[in-house]
C-alpha cells in the first residue's frame, strides 16, 4: 500500500479512503484516522472511476500530529 491509493475499511460500510500516510503495520487515512492495514482494502485501478467524490476539508498530516501533541 502506497500513499495515493484509495481503500475501504473493514467496518465502515462503503465509504472510500485515499492513504496520506504508510506506516509498518498501519496507514493514515484522509480523515486523519490510522488503520491497521489489515483492515484496509486497497481498491484495484479498474475500479477507481466507480468512487463517487464529495469535496471536504483536510488538514496536513504532519501539521495535524504537531497539533496533536501539543495538546
Not at 2 to 29: C, H, Q, W
Not at 59 to 68: G, H, K, P, R, S
Amino acid at each position: 500500500m502506497k500513499v495515493g491509493d484509495f481503500v475501504i475499511v473493514a467496518g465502515e460500510s462503503n465509504e472510500v479512503f485515499t492513504v496520506i500516510g504508510v506506516r509498518e503495520t498501519s496507514v493514515v487515512l484522509n480523515t486523519g484516522w490510522v488503520e491497521p492495514i489489515h483492515k484496509c482494502v486497497q481498491i484495484p485501478k479498474e475500479f477507481e472511476s466507480s468512487i463517487h467524490t464529495i469535496t471536504s476539508r483536510h488538514i496536513n498530516y504532519e501539521v495535524m500530529e504537531t497539533i496533536l501533541e501539543r495538546n
